[in-house]
């Protein structure tokens, strides 16, 4: 009995140590865009984690890509990190693409879910996001960007010992594998079903950080979230491609019915802030010539108003509307962002139906009899501003006119006539 105590004593005189060492594991999700609001949400969990002493940041990542300035802050920060940063491509379908996949690489520890993929990050786009292949002297620019891509990953490559090769070839031609063939390749470290599993992988593990090891104990770990701060919350909302281009549709429409309805106020007003929104607040780069062609469609949208145009001016706005918006977010230095087709072509039908009932109000009223000025007047109610014995004034909407009675009969001032006529700015009245 007395060997058993001895025995369960040593046992936790060896493994008490390590359970008090071992620090919280937190974790944050990169889902969508990578941005300005992404990176600072990176930097400051990482500060966090740094202040805590978390054991590790996990980072459950899938992306389509991002801004190339946003992605290296994010690197930089993983490099100069005093806590390990595991980058967890998941759940599975999900991609690190681009910018993704330069995150990825970034880490100390990079893991793959099953059924994932890795690469495609060719930092250059044509408008339709068609691979750009650089053929000209005007070119030069956009080639010169790529290698220096090129260099920038494969220096990240060879510091956390993965192969620089392939990063490299991700970056130039836009290469992509799947989470096996990543694992083959050394382009990740491991492949994990979900996070106890990720848990289980990273228990044990040495990880370098500046001229120290440490071994990673989470076995037991449960997951810590840190969320967004709503600053930086808002600002990953606005950045998103579809809600910048709905801003900016909502904006025109408030614009438009102000100048179909002078005097509303309110209209042009919310429209006002919803295009100041759209293009002030976001932090991702736009194409000109995309911005170009969407305020063009709306100018379009306004003047088929007015504008008799048989429907060329809509389909001008239409066509002008697509392939500005398509256009709107390629720029050098942003890959894989664009609007969502799903949002996009309910967008133009919205626009279209909007464009057809502003044009079925016109042809109504077009039809409409119109009443002006002294038509106006027939059938409806004056006061006799002077006895009517059967000429004098009458008084009617804020004007005095010239009235005689039909028939000669008297009126007297302050009772009630209906126009019957009016005949060389002389009213025709009788009694009402």
Not at 12 to 33: C, E, H, Q, R, T
Not at 175 to 183: F, L, Q, Y
Not at 188 to 205: E, I, N, S, T, W
Request: include cysteine; hydrophobic fraction near 55%.
């Amino acid at each position: 009995m007395r060997t058993w105590k001895t025995l369960v004593l040593a046992l936790l005189a060896v493994m008490l140590p390590a359970l008090a060492f071992a620090g919280p594991v937190y974790k944050i999700s990169i889902d969508g865009i990578i941005d300005p609001a992404v990176a600072d949400y990176v930097k400051t969990s990482l500060e966090r984690a740094e202040t805590d002493q978390a054991e590790c940041l996990v980072i459950p990542l899938d992306t389509p890509g991002g801004m190339l300035d946003a992605t290296k802050q994010i690197v930089q920060a993983m490099l100069g990190a005093k806590v390990p940063v595991v980058v967890f491509v998941s759940p599975q379908g999900a991609s690190a693409t681009s910018a993704g996949m330069m995150v990825t690489e970034g880490a100390h520890v990079a893991v793959m879910a099953p059924g994932t993929n890795i690469g495609a990050a060719h930092p250059v786009m044509m408008p339709f996001g068609i691979k750009y292949e650089p053929i000209a002297k005007e070119d030069v620019m956009m080639e010169k960007a790529t290698e220096d891509t090129a260099a920038w990953i494969r220096s990240i490559a060879e510091v956390r010992g993965r192969n620089a090769d392939w990063v490299v070839q991700a970056v130039k031609e836009s290469a992509s594998i799947t989470a096996n063939e990543a694992v083959a390749k050394r382009v990740v470290d491991g492949m994990a079903d979900d996070l106890p599993g990720l848990m289980k992988f990273l228990d044990g593990r040495k990880v370098k950080l500046g001229d120290r090891a440490v071994t990673l104990k989470t076995a037991a770990a449960a997951p810590e979230e840190v969320a967004m701060t709503v600053p930086q919350l808002l600002q990953h909302f606005i950045n998103n491609p579809n809600v910048i281009l709905i801003l900016l549709l909502l904006g025109a429409l408030g614009i438009a019915i102000e100048f179909k309805s002078p005097g509303l106020i309110f209209p042009a007003v919310l429209g006002a802030a919803c295009i100041l929104i759209a293009l002030v607040a976001p932090q991702l780069p736009v194409n000109y010539m995309g911005l170009i062609l969407i305020l063009c469609a709306f100018v379009f949208l306004i003047a088929e108003v007015y504008i008799t145009s048989y429907g060329f001016l809509t389909l001008g706005a239409i066509i002008f509307f697509v392939v500005g918006t398509l256009m709107l977010f390629q720029t050098e230095g942003v890959a894989n962002v664009r609007v969502s087709f799903a949002i996009l072509i309910p967008l133009v039908g919205f626009v279209v139906a909007v464009v057809l009932a502003f044009g079925a109000l016109i042809l109504k009223a077009h039809r409409a009899k119109v009443l002006s000025g002294a038509e106006e007047m027939v059938d409806m109610a004056a006061m006799a501003e002077t006895d009517l014995n059967p000429t004098g004034k009458i008084f009617f909407h804020g004007e005095y006119w010239n009235a005689e009675v039909e028939g000669g009969a008297d009126i007297q001032k302050g009772q009630k006539v209906v126009v019957t006529k009016v005949e060389n700015l002389t009213c025709k009245v009788r009694k009402a």
